[in-house]
């Protein structure tokens, strides 16, 4: 994140023509409009499905909740397509915790670079 930031920052830097070089974007750029927090829909043992950065589709799984004993007691899907920004960090959940956090990119944006 460090790297990240301290490149972010000389990219800044250059655009306002205060340095003469900066380090090129590693990621294509997306710009998104909104997000949306997928919640359990049952307490159990979560199982992610995703990892951060991934693109999802709607109505894709991305994570799937068990009990005690490995009996599978729900899902939690995507309820739009877009890039996994968060997710939790904790292998416990409870009806209604906020699982998996979605990021709609702006599709009349798209993509830059």
Excluded at 13 to 31: F, G
């Amino acid at each position: 994140a460090i790297v990240a930031g301290t490149e972010g920052v000389l990219r800044v830097l250059a655009a306002k023509e205060l340095i003469d070089e900066a380090p090129a974007p590693r990621y294509d750029t997306r710009l998104v409009r909104g997000s949306r927090w997928m919640r359990a829909s049952r307490s159990g043992i979560l199982h992610l499905d995703v990892a951060l950065g991934d693109d999802v589709k709607e109505d894709q799984d991305l994570a799937t909740i068990f009990d005690p004993f490995g009996k599978r007691l729900g899902g939690i899907r995507s309820r739009a397509a877009g890039i996994v920004i968060g997710h939790s960090q904790r292998p416990l959940v409870n009806r209604g915790d906020a699982v998996v956090h979605v990021a709609a990119p702006d599709t009349a944006a798209g993509r830059t670079g």
